[in-house]
C-alpha cells in the first residue's frame, strides 16, 4: 500500500482556525440566562468540537473536577440542555459509558423575542430541580424525590 492521502476538502466540516473559535448563541437571551459556569462548560465542549464531530462529544465530570463539583457541573449541563445549546445523543450509564453530548441550534428558537416567557419558564423548572435536589425527604420517600426530579427534567425538553 503506497501513500495514502487524507482528502483535504472534508465537505461539511467546519474548521474554526485557532486562536480562535466561534461559540454560537453568544449575547442572545438564552446565553445572558447561563451560569459561569455553564458557559465554561460550553467552551470546553467548543474546544474539543473539530467540525466533523458535532455530534460526538463528551465532557465528563473528571475533567471538570478541578474546575467544579459535581452538582455544579451537574446544573451547568442541565442549563446548556434547557436553553438549547447541547443536546444528549446518548445517555451516560452504570457501565462507565460517558454520556455523548451534541451541539444544538435549540437556542435560536428562545432567541426570539415571543419566546421570552419560554426562557422565563425553563429557569423556573431549572430551579425547581435545584431546590428538590437539596430537601431532605425521609429514606422511604427517596424514590418518589428520584421520580419528581426525573419528571421536572423531561419537562424541561418539552419546555
Known amino acids: 500500500m503506497g501513500n495514502v492521502r487524507e482528502p483535504r476538502n472534508k465537505k461539511g466540516a467546519y474548521r474554526p482556525r ?3 473559535s466561534i461559540v454560537e448563541g453568544n449575547g442572545t437571551p438564552p446565553f445572558e440566562k447561563l451560569s459561569p459556569e455553564a458557559v465554561w ?16 462529544l463528551s465532557l ?12 455544579v457541573f451537574s446544573r451547568a449541563l442541565w442549563q446548556l440542555i434547557g ?25 435560536r428558537r428562545l432567541a426570539t ?7 422565563g419558564e425553563i429557569e423556573s423548572i431549572l430551579e425547581q ?27 424541561v425538553f418539552g419546555a
Open 60 to 71: 465528563t465530570y473528571a475533567e471538570a473536577r478541578p474546575t467544579m463539583c459535581e452538582r
Open 41 to 56: 462548560a460550553l467552551l470546553q465542549l467548543y474546544s474539543k468540537f473539530k467540525g466533523h464531530n458535532r455530534s460526538n
Open 129 to 155: 430541580i435545584e431546590k428538590l435536589k437539596r430537601e431532605k425527604w425521609p429514606a422511604d420517600r427517596k424514590e418518589e424525590k428520584r421520580m419528581r426530579i426525573r419528571a421536572l427534567q423531561k419537562s
Open 113 to 119: 423575542p415571543g419566546a421570552v416567557d419560554r426562557l
Open 18 to 20: 485557532p486562536p480562535f
Open 83 to 107: 436553553f438549547g445549546f447541547i443536546d444528549v445523543v446518548r445517555w451516560g450509564r452504570l457501565e462507565r459509558n460517558c454520556t455523548l453530548l451534541g451541539i444544538s441550534d435549540r437556542w
